[in-house]
């Protein structure tokens, strides 16, 4: 029983996950182009050194669920994969639950577990249970905890019907939600999820959300989440971290990037008469985003939206009006733009 060699630190007040200064660099051989490339790359190779991650540091509390967020590229799964012990890190420092991740000890292997989007865990020809099963002797999981925990999480994810059918046949969705049953099945203490809702259809997304939300707030797993999905960001985690070029570039909460990062809001209003909203009458309150007879949408300045708003108000024969905050997909690609 691993729970009485390892404290558990899901009621403890020390991190979780607890980096500094990690760094990982990639020696790549640069081959000349053409066979005279190929030739001379026999006798004398050209190497270059490129930096995944460069001096991350970050802190994630116990029970935390956060969002780890960057363009391709970044060092996102870089990042993971050395936190679970996948990747020696060229220098810097990590602990998971206390342990040193690329030690790769027993007690650690048995607390953690990762989930790749475009990766399978589970074995293609046999059906879904069968590699459950498996999962569950590797662990030393009792026959009646596995039944249990097999039929709560099937029946939340809407496949238990699909539990005795081969892996290939099923869809992208549902080998999805079968291979989160995998990971969860020892229940970990904490989860890797590395763009989990890659490739789903909305629906399946919505449920795989709601799926982890819910594993969260019951088993205070402490979650790190990539997803380029920015609805799974903002239903799930109050916390980002934020990371480009392999560097940490903001580390806070998702509301904060909107106030930080984004000095506007924007205004829709619709009119009475489709000639009342003209674009020159509109261009001295704002940007126009967008504009239709009778409706229009305007981009402004966070410290002007209430004159902005009295003065459309007054002077235009106004029927709806509403505020709302630029998306924060929108928000995003901006800071990485930048």
């Excluded at 679970?84 to 060229?90: Q, T």
């Excluded at 709601?210 to 205070?220: I, R, V």
């Excluded at 489709?274 to 704002?286: H, Q, R």
Aim: aromatic share 8%; with cysteine; hydrophobic share 40%.
């Amino acid at each position: 029983d691993f729970s009485l060699k390892t404290p558990d630190l899901r009621l403890s007040p020390v991190p979780a996950i607890e980096v500094n200064g990690l760094t990982k660099t990639f020696r790549t051989y640069k081959k000349q182009p053409g066979f005279k490339g190929a030739l001379r790359g026999l006798f004398k190779r050209e190497y270059e050194a490129v930096a995944a991650v460069c001096d991350v540091s970050f802190k994630v509390e116990p029970g935390e669920l956060v969002g780890f967020l960057g363009p391709n590229g970044a060092g996102k799964t870089t990042t993971l994969k050395m936190l679970a012990g996948l990747l020696y890190p060229s220098s810097g420092d990590a602990r998971v639950l206390g342990h040193v991740p690329w030690e790769r000890a027993d007690a650690y292997r048995r607390q953690f577990a990762l989930v790749l989007g475009g990766k399978n865990q589970l074995w293609w020809d046999l059906p879904a249970r069968e590699s459950l099963e498996l999962n569950a002797k590797i662990y030393g999981i009792p026959q009646d905890r596995f039944e249990r925990t097999v039929a709560e999480m099937t029946e939340m994810l809407n496949v238990r019907d699909k539990l005795n059918i081969s892996v290939r046949e099923l869809s992208l969705g549902e080998r999805m939600k079968m291979e989160l049953i995998a990971s969860l099945l020892h229940q970990p203490k904490i989860l890797f999820l590395d763009e989990p809702t890659i490739g789903l259809d909305v629906v399946s997304q919505k449920v795989v959300r709601e799926f982890l939300k819910h594993h969260n707030a019951k088993q205070k797993t402490t979650i790190l989440l990539t997803s380029h999905y920015m609805a799974d960001i903002q239903a799930l985690c109050e916390r980002v971290i934020i990371i480009d070029h392999g560097k940490i570039s903001f580390d806070g909460k998702l509301s904060d990037v909107v106030d930080r990062f984004a000095d506007f809001k924007l205004i829709s209003i619709e009119c009475d008469g489709a000639d009342a909203c003209t674009k020159e009458s509109l261009a001295k309150y704002g940007e126009l985003v967008e504009h239709t007879p009778g409706s229009i949408k305007l981009k402004v300045k966070r410290d002007r939206v209430i004159p902005v708003c009295k003065a459309l108000l007054d002077e235009l024969p106004v029927r709806d009006i509403d505020i709302e905050e630029v998306p924060i997909e929108d928000v995003i690609r901006q800071m990485f733009a930048r």
